[in-house]
Antibody, heavy 121, light 108 residues
Framework: EVQLVESGGGLVQPGGSLRLSCAAS????????MNWVRQAPGKGLQWVGR??????????DYAEPVKGRFTISRDDSKNMVFLQMNSLKIEDTAVYFC????????????WGQGTLVTVSA | SYVLTQPPSVSVAPGKTARVTCGEI??????VHWYQQKPGQAPMLLIY???DRPSGIPERFSGSNSGNTATLTISRVEAGDEADYYC???????????FGTGTKVTVL
């Protein structure tokens, strides 16, 4: 069974940095494309970015609002995925989920419970 | 930017059928996936590749895609179906993922 556990959320000032982690278990995470999705309080889901597997060059892609500020990386030896968030803005306040596909390359089947990031002065 | 528009809310009586639409789906987007999210929980995949159900998802949930608009149908609605529902596609032109605006389904 796919298990994803996010950690690292918290309160940070505007302009600050935070690094989120996602621990994967129950599947061969090194073969998996891993995504980050966020949800601002009371709002809908927003895709943040994705890192492909080593087979696909660990290529990363990002949504426009976070491009240049956020970086996704992975450590397959530890079954971990990371989201480095720099130059944080108030509008980055959200619950951040990591997710992975299972049935196609484009679905989001496995989800973690999420970790809350609050950007506030 | 690419926006998948869903009705903000749908109300339905128990035992009836609820339909949630998702459009305008661009050419170049592949299959549509649907998610259910209850308060305080992570989303859950409900329908993948337009109309397939993961194991454990009741047959009451079905999906269709006419090409430009996708529809999630919930038959014989139960109180436990009250939740937010999101559609999602992969935008191949930008290699990005797009979620719909979300629909709150209320069981009367």
């Amino acid at each position: 069974e796919v298990q994803l556990v996010e950690s690292g959320g918290g309160l940070v000032q505007p302009g600050g940095s935070l690094r989120l982690s996602c621990a994967a278990s129950g599947f061969t995470s090194s073969d998996a494309w891993m995504n980050w999705v966020r949800q601002a309080p009371g709002k809908g889901l927003q895709w943040v970015g994705r890192i492909k597997s080593k087979t696909y060059g660990e290529t990363t892609d990002y949504a426009e609002p976070v491009k240049g500020r956020f970086t996704i990386s992975r450590d397959d030896s530890k079954n971990m995925v990371f989201l480095q968030m720099n130059s944080l803005k108030i509008e980055d306040t959200a619950v951040y989920f990591c997710s992975t596909p299972a049935f196609s390359a484009s679905d989001f089947t496995g989800w973690g419970q999420g970790t809350l990031v609050t950007v506030s002065a | 930017s690419y926006v998948l528009t869903q009705p903000p809310s749908v109300s339905v009586a128990p035992g009836k059928t609820a339909r949630v639409t998702c459009g305008e789906i661009n050419t170049g987007s592949e299959s549509v996936h649907w998610y259910q999210q209850k308060p305080g929980q992570a989303p859950m995949l409900l329908i993948y590749s337009d109309s397939d159900r993961p194991s454990g998802i009741p047959e009451r949930f079905s999906g269709s895609n006419s090409g430009n608009t996708a529809t999630l149908t919930i038959s014989r609605v139960e109180a436990g179906d009250e939740a937010d529902y999101y559609c999602q596609v992969w935008d191949s032109t930008r290699d990005h993922y797009v979620f719909g605006t979300g629909t709150k389904v209320t069981v009367l």
